[in-house]
Nanobody
Framework: QVHLVESGGGLVQAGGSLRLSCAASGSIFSISAMGWYRQAPGKQREMVATITKGGTTNYADSVRGRFTISRDNAKNTVYLQMNSLKPEDTAVYYC?????????WGQGTQVTVSS
């Protein structure tokens, strides 16, 4: 099993920055990739950014150039640096971890961007 705990959400003005953290514990050796997803009210959950064990990253078009995903293997933590935030970035942000045949999810952290 893998346990994920997100932190770093909050309220920020448009144009501001936040950094989200996702700390993994448990069977972390089995994790092949981790990612950040978000879900706004009334919308489906969508991929924001992912990073593989080897460090390959992928971003949604809507955040590319503004958000950066990174990982600290020594701390078993993945980060999402969010710059130039827009009101449309407002959502609950979830961390996930992929292992063979399963995906684990964190509890989510709220990000609210005011205009």
């Amino acid at each position: 099993q893998v346990h994920l705990v997100e932190s770093g959400g909050g309220l920020v003005q448009a144009g501001g920055s936040l950094r989200l953290s996702c700390a993994a514990s448990g069977s972390i050796f089995s994790i092949s990739a981790m990612g950040w997803y978000r879900q706004a009210p009334g919308k489906q959950r969508e991929m924001v950014a992912t990073i593989t064990k080897g460090g390959t990253t992928n971003y949604a078009d809507s955040v590319r150039g503004r958000f950066t995903i990174s990982r600290d293997n020594a701390k078993n933590t993945v980060y999402l640096q969010m710059n130039s935030l827009k009101p449309e970035d407002t959502a609950v942000y979830y961390c996930n971890a992929q292992v063979p045949y399963y995906v684990y999810w964190g509890q989510g952290t709220q990000v609210t961007v005011s205009s």
